[in-house]
């Protein structure tokens, strides 16, 4: 399931969009998917004694940009004030 997801295919950006944008047409083919990945998510981490929780907690991922840490920056500015229809200069 979770090479599913990590792969260049049409579930990843499908359930990301479904989940932004609250979708609910996509849950009779996307929801059983987005549960199980949850519950994996969810159950792997929960028993991992190895791992600090409170580290990982703020953590913000950035899937497949390839950006580096500059352009995350900038990145970082614009969120929230660019609208869909314009292009932020990075």
Request: contains cysteine; charged residues 25%; hydrophobic residues 35%.
């Amino acid at each position: 399931m979770l090479t599913i997801y990590s792969m260049e295919s049409f579930v990843y950006g499908t359930l990301n969009r479904a989940s932004k944008f609250a979708d609910e047409s996509k849950i009779e083919s996307m929801g059983p998917y987005a549960h199980v990945m949850d519950t994996i998510v969810g159950a792997a981490g929960a028993y991992r004694e190895d791992i600090n929780h409170e580290k990982f907690k703020d953590l913000q991922l950035y899937r497949g940009t390839c950006m580096k840490a500059g352009e995350i920056q900038q990145y970082e500015l614009y969120v929230g004030k660019v609208n869909d229809m314009d292009k932020p200069p990075f």
